[in-house]
């Protein structure tokens, strides 16, 4: 049944002595509503190839078919045909990897044509869904372009396509249809941004464009090498960089502090960096509660190129600060018997980002979402207690470690 990935309805079919009723060559090559059930048995519902990106409401189905696997879900499971097209035909055919929110990805092969544009792919995927859109060649990091056509988009229907690995300076347009999308400083909200509104994280070379309208959206996307703008002349002077190792960096502090009196911070001393303090290139923040207490942190905490957490105790809980900013590599060690660890409710974007956190009777809760990152390792050891998985993944590297 089909070879572009349209949808197909049917109803009032009867079936005589034939033991299959539809045939699929391959994953993504048609989708039919079964109008009155007379297929599978269910009013309204989808069969369609089976494939990874599928909700867990969709279910397999035996003997129904030929070909590809089939799979049927409700009427409630809403799909859009998307299909992208180069402008010439590449020098080597490559395949695309599509990951969806959750981290289930399928490969769609390249075709000569898609029956909507030449020289592309076609896909089937679901409404209100991120979609992180891998194109296997190398040229592709420098320079975006393609057409897209996403088909069957009612008001109210709205998906994300993201690009990784981009570079950090681009020139970026993107238009559905004549109307071009405007720069967003925060991923576009359904409903309350237009089509084709985009935001480009130039640190982490991740492109997101939102697609919605009615009947078949389509979008043209351009992203080229840009030119760095020039580097402003200093208008102040810059803080200076301040040494841990450094008596001079503690002037300043309490007598209930590490440092005070022109000493420097020792292991097991609590530290407070003063708002008058420079920056320091790395920050390791050691603390220890052997009986009852908790550890509660600093209320913030300054930008650093490296920060470490070492926090223990034995009955008490480990807080970690309400908001860690920016840095290249970030680690929390955390260790308790009966406390709970407790997460940081914003994690900055890292490049390296490790958790070590051990408990014997408490829950491990690690943070509810963990942005985007070059190399991210967990590492959670409880004997009575509970893990808890991070409620939301953001992944863009194809080397990221979990």
């Known amino acids: 049944m089909g070879q572009g990935g349209f949808t197909v309805k049917t109803q009032r079919l009867k079936f005589l002595n034939s033991p299959k009723k539809c045939f699929f060559p391959f994953p ?46 409700g009427a409630h499971i809403k799909f859009h045909r998307m299909s992208i097209g180069l402008g010439s035909a590449p020098s080597t055919h490559y395949n695309v990897t599509i990951i969806n929110t959750m981290n289930q990805t399928t490969t769609v092969n390249y075709v000569q044509d898609t029956l909507s544009n030449l020289y592309g792919w076609q896909a089937l995927l679901l409404d209100a869904q991120t979609y992180t859109v891998i194109f296997h060649s190398p040229d592709m990091r420098s320079s975006l372009h393609y057409s897209a056509t996403f088909d069957e988009f009612e008001a109210g229907d709205y998906m994300f396509v993201k690009h990784c690995n981009l570079l950090s300076v681009l020139n970026i347009s993107i238009a559905c249809g004549t109307k071009f999308g405007k720069p967003r400083q925060s991923i576009p909200p359904p409903g309350e941004s237009e089509g084709c509104d985009w935001i480009f994280d130039s640190h982490l070379g991740v492109l997101t464009y939102l697609v919605a309208g009615e009947g078949q959206v389509r979008v043209t996307l351009t992203a080229e090498r ?20 450094s008596p001079e ?54 930008s650093f190129h490296q920060q ?76 009575y207690g509970s893990i808890i998985p991070p409620y939301s993944l953001v992944v863009c590297w194809a080397n990221s470690e979990a």
Not at 38 to 51: A, K, Q, R, T, Y
Not at 58 to 68: D, M, N, S
Not at 341 to 365: E, N, Q
């Open 28 to 73: 993504h090559c048609a989708l039919m509503e079964d109008i009155d059930g007379s297929v599978v048995g269910l009013e309204g519902s989808h069969l369609l190839p089976s494939l990874d990106i599928l909700p867990d409401s969709c279910r397999e189905v035996e003997g129904i078919g030929g070909g590809a696997t089939a799979s049927v879900c």
């Open 226 to 245: 840009g030119t760095a703008p020039p580097t402003p002349a200093p208008t102040s002077q810059p803080r200076p960089v301040s040494k841990w190792s």
């Open 249 to 302: 960096s503690w002037a300043g502090v309490g007598d209930d502090w590490g440092g005070y009196n022109s000493k420097i911070p020792q292991a097991g001393d609590n530290v407070i960096i003063l708002p008058n303090v420079g920056h320091f290139s790395s920050l390791e923040m050691n603390s220890k509660c052997g009986g009852y207490g908790s550890i509660i942190p600093p209320p913030t905490v300054p």
């Open 308 to 383: 470490r957490f070492h926090h223990a105790t034995t009955y008490g809980s480990i807080i970690p600060p309400p908001t860690v900013p920016l840095c290249h590599q970030l680690r929390f060690h955390h260790a308790t018997s009966y406390g709970s660890i407790i997460p940081a409710p914003t994690v900055p974007s890292c490049h390296h980002l490790r958790f070590h956190h051990s408990t014997t009777y408490g829950s491990i809760m690690p943070p509810p979402t963990v942005p985007s990152f070059y190399h991210l390792r967990f590492h959670y050891a409880t004997t």
